[in-house]
């Protein structure tokens, strides 16, 4: 398994600002996830970053609004722009398991907790 | 469009009970399923994998089933304790390597 870390743990943001989250994992990996989790509501994934080339982001996600980074194969940056009070929500960033038990099973950060007055 | 449901309700249950939980899906045809168990403050943390062509598997006192026909996977809990306390999300793969998750159910376990 992998042993994924998120700064800062909790974050409370004014309207109209900008929160930068980093996820370090403890070992190289191709795929790197971000997710947003609200209130009481499921994961729902905002992007996958691959290292060296451009994320990929799911319907309803854009760049503009949260742009990220993959520098190398342990480290991604998630930026949440501009921010408003529906963007108050739990981001996790997690990575796959390199097939092991399945191709699709993915370890998971502790999460960033974000309230934005 | 594509839709994961899970228990809608909580589940309080006796200590030494057996917790069942279950997650439908529609317009998916995943080749895994896959269980996670989420605290409170926590990212979800992997359980289980059962494969299309599985009927059951199992690990220590947890049991899951998986019914492509049905488009059902059941989720036991068996000799509960209250450490089995948490969320449990099924999650999906599709598109290759992504996951599609559910909203989960919170299971309680009273001593």
């Known amino acids: 398994s992998a042993v994924i870390s998120q700064k800062p743990s909790r974050d409370i943001c004014q309207r109209g600002t900008s929160l930068t989250i980093q996820c370090q994992v403890d070992?190289?990996?191709?795929?790197m996830f971000w997710y947003r989790q609200q209130p009481g509501q499921s994961l729902t994934l905002i992007a996958t970053a691959n290292q060296g080339s451009e994320a990929t982001y799911e319907s309803g996600f854009v760049i503009d609004k949260f742009p990220i980074s993959r520098p190398n194969l342990t480290f991604s940056t998630l930026t949440v722009s501009n921010m408003s009070p529906e963007d108050s929500s739990i981001y996790l960033c997690?990575?796959?398991?390199?097939?092991?038990?399945?191709?699709?099973?993915?370890?998971f950060g502790p999460g960033t907790r974000l309230t934005v007055l | 469009s594509q839709k994961i449901e899970q228990n809608s309700e909580a589940l309080n249950i006796q200590e030494g009970k057996t917790a069942t939980l279950t997650c439908n899906y529609t317009n998916y045809s995943p080749a895994y399923l896959q269980w996670y168990r989420q605290d409170p403050g926590r990212g979800p943390v992997f359980l289980l994998l059962?494969?299309?062509?599985?009927k059951e598997k199992r690990k220590e006192r947890l049991k899951v089933t998986f019914d492509t026909t049905l488009k059902q996977s059941l989720f036991h809990i068996t000799a509960s304790q209250p450490a089995d306390s948490a969320t449990y999300l099924c999650a999906l793969d599709y598109n290759d390597y992504k996951l599609s998750f559910g909203a989960g159910t919170t299971v309680t376990v009273r001593a």
């Open positions: 997690s990575v796959e398991s390199r097939g092991r038990p399945g191709p699709d099973t993915q370890y």
């Open positions: 059962i494969r299309e062509n599985e």
């Open positions: 070992s190289q990996v191709t795929m």
